[in-house]
């Protein structure tokens, strides 16, 4: 069973940075794809950032030249470097994996950190 465990959430003041860090176990493949997805109180589930494989990256407009997400797949591990942040940052952070086994895609979920930006 795949296991993403996430670290790096925390309260910081707005301008400030926070990493957060997502680990990927359980499983002899390696994700296809990883991100980042943020859910704000009373708001739906969104995309902050994710990548593929090869390297290639995708991000939300809101974070673009703010957040940085990259990929460690010797520790089949994904960070968000998260700069400048703003108070409209506040989420629920999710770490998310995608696998494609045998044509058949897997989708996992992190249990979420939390990410406070004060003003």
């Known amino acids: 069973q795949v296991k993403l465990v996430e670290s790096g959430g925390g309260l910081v003041q707005a301008g400030g940075s926070l990493r957060l860090s997502c680990e990927a176990s359980g499983s002899i493949f390696r994700p296809n794809a990883m991100g980042w997805y943020r859910q704000a109180p009373g708001k739906q589930r969104e995309l902050v950032a994710a990548i593929i494989d090869g390297g290639s990256t995708n991000y939300a407009d809101a974070v673009k030249d703010r957040f940085t997400i990259s990929r460690d797949n010797a520790k089949n591990t994904v960070y968000l470097q998260m700069n400048s942040l703003k108070p409209e940052d506040t989420a629920v952070y999710y770490c998310?994996?995608?696998?494609?086994?045998?044509?058949?895609?897997?989708?996992?979920w992190g249990q979420g950190t939390q990410v406070t930006v004060s003003s």
């Open positions: 998310n994996a995608e696998y494609m086994i045998f044509s058949k895609e897997y989708q996992y």
